[in-house]
């Protein structure tokens, strides 16, 4: 718990603030903030936008940073990842275990984002990823908040994980994860969902399953996943990752769907690194892109959240935990490139999930935790376009990580330029 003070940066809405942090929260946000003592430390934004740290709502820590063990995914279909993943896991070591994932929470802080839910497989012969999670989450505690989802990877009932998923909550994992489009039949499906639903409500918990994570127009397990948040009172509590077959739905069928997901304020995580790579993978041409359908989804005031999913693991040998990189990814697959479309693209990786995973006191308003990031770049805009430098990651007014501007010196005869690709290199900037 720390004191700071941030002069000179912007906020969203393009006005300009200076940001006083006293142990720990923002204790106020205003356009010039005085009278700061001499020994409360202090950084300059020159200027930059401050963002709330990042969020990713859905990643896998216990699979991360293992691509190409044993093998590489050839074929780059999510059925080659599961099967790829059900060969490594009984090799798997602790130490091995949390050492990537250790890795991951460095590049993840050092990229701005400081909190993440990550499912961890429940299915195997024992709760070796459970337990490793446990350890890297209480380790990173005071720099990143770490949410856990029991995930029966291999399925609830196909491989009969429910005691050890039942295990994993008792031992402190916080939300309760599904899979049921990979259950034997659609009917199983529904099953292990009202069967984790009912888990969830006995214990107080969230819900947040993979669902309909393939192309099959006809896979609706969404529909039962309303139906029992519905008739259970989780509103606000359950979400449905991925949902990449309602990008091959019916419009008619969408139009009924919809507002069931409204009725039961469903939270919505699309993996866009990830849907455009494995899903499409059976299409000639056209192929399609298998996102799930997010511009409609914000149209109809649902919370949707972008996550990453996986980095350099069986199922994706790319990334690098950026987040920034994962909204910029989204727009452009889901068309939305209106100045509006792209702001709420940054909403899903910044406010969206922090509601979606019921973040207490997250944002840039008074009373909120200290946490936030300095971007090099002016706008949310500017950020998604050039995935810049995080010039200061904060916690709790702690700085935890640092990064230089970004500029190239160019010189064209006698003259020499600084070119940082942000409006700070146009003559004009600041005089609009
Ligand atoms: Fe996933």
């Known amino acids: 718990m720390s004191d700071l003070f941030i ?41 930059w936008l401050a963002s709330p740290p990042f969020i990713d709502s859905h990643f896998h820590l216990d699979a991360t940073l293992s691509y190409g063990m044993p093998r590489i995914n050839q074929s780059g279909t999510l059925l080659e990842g599961i099967s790829l993943w059900g060969e490594l896991k009984p090799t798997l070591k602790m130490d091995e275990l949390i050492e990537r994932a250790d890795n991951l929470c460095r590049w993840s802080i050092a990229k701005g984002t400081l909190a993440i839910r990550s499912h961890v497989d429940v299915s195997g012969k024992d709760l070796l990823g459970v337990e490793a999670m446990l350890q890297v989450r209480e380790k990173f505690k005071d720099f990143l908040d770490i949410q856990l989802v029991a995930f029966p990877q291999d399925g609830l009932f196909r491989s009969g994980c429910l005691d050890n998923l039942n295990k994993a909550l008792d031992m402190g994992v916080d939300v309760v994860g599904g899979i049921p489009h990979f259950e034997r ?53 359950v979400a449905g990752s991925h949902l990449t077959s309602m990008h091959s739905m019916d419009n008619y069928y969408f139009s009924k769907l919809l507002p069931m997901m409204q009725e039961a304020k469903m939270g919505i995580i699309a993996n866009p690194l990830i849907n455009i790579t494995l899903q499409g993978r059976h299409d000639t041409y056209p192929k399609r892109r298998g996102m799930t359908r997010v511009k409609e989804q914000i149209n109809a005031g649902l919370r949707v959240a972008f996550g990453h999913d996986c980095v350099m693991d069986p199922w994706y040998p790319l990334g690098s935990h950026d987040m920034l990189e994962v909204a910029s990814m989204a727009l452009h697959v889901a068309h939305m490139t209106g100045q509006n479309e792209m702001k709420e693209c940054f909403h899903a990786i910044t406010q969206y999930p922090a509601q979606i995973m019921h973040l207490e006191n997250y944002g840039l308003k008074k009373g909120c ?32 990580s640092t990064e230089m501007p970004k500029s190239s010196k160019i010189t064209i005869g006698e003259e020499t330029y600084n070119v940082s690709f942000t409006q700070k290199d146009f003559s004009w900037y600041g005089t609009r």
């Open 185 to 237: 039949t659609a009917a199983q499906g529904n099953e292990s969902i009202k069967i984790l639903c009912e888990i969830a409500e006995k214990r107080g918990l969230l819900v947040d399953m993979h669902c309909d994570e393939s192309d099959d127009p006809f896979s609706r397990q969404i529909e039962h996943l309303t139906l029992e948040t519905a008739r259970l009172g989780l509103f606000e509590r």
């Open 369 to 400: 935790n200290g946490d936030l990031v300095i971007l090099q770049a002016t706008t949310p805009v500017e950020a998604l376009r050039l995935k810049p430098a995080r010039l200061f990651v904060i916690k709790k007014g702690q700085i935890i």
């Open 7 to 47: 002069k000179n940066t912007v906020l969203e809405n393009g006005q300009n603030a200076d940001i006083l942090i006293i142990n720990g929260k923002i204790a106020e946000v205003s356009s010039s903030i005085e009278g700061i003592s001499d020994d409360t430390p202090k950084i300059d934004a020159d200027g």
